[in-house]
């Protein structure tokens, strides 16, 4: 599967909601909704775990349906937040995934299995910031 960026720099693409990833394997719903319970704190049921991404149509599902940097950056008429004016601003960062920050703050080495499953595809600040570099 090529490249998904979202609007905020999530790869939906490797993120194991995306509807193409749970059609080719069921067991994804689950799986995510344990890890991102274990690393984001947040438990979502696996039978409501498939996305659809932010550049469906308004009727697409999506996991997060109170986002509020899809909306933003639809209205300014960008592709996503690493062509924005106003790049960093408290609705983006409320939604930066850091690997370094989410190891130190479960206190132990992710395993690599984890980090592709549950943050590599939400890795959004050093992606944003390469693309702004471009």
Not at 72 to 101: A, F, H, M, P
């Amino acid at each position: 599967m090529e490249e998904i960026l979202s609007r905020c720099g999530y790869r939906c693409d490797l993120c194991l909601a995306y509807r193409p990833n749970v059609e080719a394997n069921e067991s994804n719903r689950q799986i995510l909704s344990d890890g991102w319970h274990k690393y984001f704190g947040f438990r979502i049921p696996p039978e409501e775990i498939i996305c659809d991404g932010c550049f469906a149509d308004a009727d697409g599902q999506r996991i997060d349906k109170g986002c509020s940097v899809r909306p933003c950056v639809i209205e300014k008429g960008l592709s996503n937040c690493s062509q924005c004016g106003e790049y960093g601003c408290e609705k983006l960062r409320t939604r930066w995934v850091v690997y370094e920050q989410m190891a130190e703050a479960v206190g132990y080495p992710i395993p690599e299995e984890d980090r592709a499953r549950f943050i590599a595809p939400y890795e959004n600040k050093a992606r944003l910031d390469q693309l702004r570099k471009k």
